[in-house]
């Protein structure tokens, strides 16, 4: 895949390509913006307790899924981390919607994607 891209690049011209990481760039913001919004709104129903519970189940179950299901597609990974989560609140005897889930996993992913591994 990184060949294709670096194909790719070479095969356009340097303001096609300035135009391009501008572009991605905006749509990764833009997509950021969106997700930590979603659930900045959806933070202020949770208490604190249950909110640092939720980031924290999230984030491990984004990691697990991300080690377990390596070839598996974005969509079978999130219902995954999504049940994860849903069966470690039963266990604290929570009940957080299924949307709110799904938004913290969604924003644990996307850090999980931009936080440089080491």
Sequence with gaps: ME????DFLEAISPT???LLVTLV????GQISLYINT????AKVNLSN???????????NAVET????????DNMTKKNEAIAIVENSLKEFGLNI??????????AEV?????????
């Excluded at 899924?65 to 598996?72: C, D, F, R």
């Design 3 to 6: 060949t294709i891209f670096k």
């Design 16 to 18: 096609l390509q300035t």
């Design 25 to 28: 760039t905006v749509v990764v």
């Design 38 to 41: 979603k659930w900045s709104t």
């Design 49 to 59: 307790e249950r909110r640092y519970l939720l980031e924290l189940i999230a984030r």
């Design 65 to 72: 899924v991300e080690q377990v299901y390596t070839s598996a």
């Design 97 to 106: 919607d299924i949307d709110v889930i799904a938004d913290v996993i969604e």
């Design 110 to 118: 996307f850090s999980h994607k931009n936080t440089p591994q080491g």
